[in-house]
């Protein structure tokens, strides 16, 4: 388990700690029907084939803004990271909880709500953010701890 040292949160991060555990967490998804998902993906950006390097489970609770970041650069656009939600809060709550920026000339700086220029997101069941090559993104302000959820 993971933790951001100088975010203002409770954000923390679990992946797999060695190769044989991160096999079987691609055998989890792909029993859960990801395969369908990646497939897609594929084709449509005309793909000969994906590889899947690095897993991770975030929760949190509470946040006053993440640091702007982004996951994935100069890959030719074929780097992605994937954003897919298991739990929302009160099957959804009702605030973004993503802040966006597709401008590459970021500024490392905290997103308690997004300024001009940036957007924000709210998450959805069934649906994943899929971010490429240097899409500057943030955790947004947001406090679940008196209903207890993440």
């Given at each position: ?43 449509n950006f005309g793909f000969d084939g994906l590889a899947c390097y690095h897993i ?91 209903s207890k959820e993440m």
């Amino acid at each position: 388990m993971q933790r951001p040292l100088n975010w203002k949160s409770n954000l923390h991060w679990i992946s797999p700690w060695n190769k044989e555990s991160h096999r079987k967490c691609l055998q989890a998804l792909s029993a859960a029907g990801y395969n369908d998902v990646l497939r897609n993906i594929g084709e449509n950006f005309g793909f000969d084939g994906l590889a899947c390097y690095h897993i991770a489970f975030i929760n949190v609770s509470h946040s006053a803004g993440g640091l702007i970041h982004f996951d994935v650069d100069k890959t030719g656009a074929k780097g992605f990271a994937m954003i897919v939600p298991s739990i929302l809060v009160n099957g959804n709550g009702t605030q973004p909880e993503l802040a966006l920026q597709s401008n590459k000339n970021y500024e490392e700086e905290e997103a308690e709500t997004p300024p001009p220029g940036r957007g924000s997101l709210k998450y959805h069941y069934e649906m994943a953010t899929m971010m490429g090559d240097a899409a500057n993104h943030a955790t947004l302000s947001v406090d679940y701890r008196v209903s207890k959820e993440m």
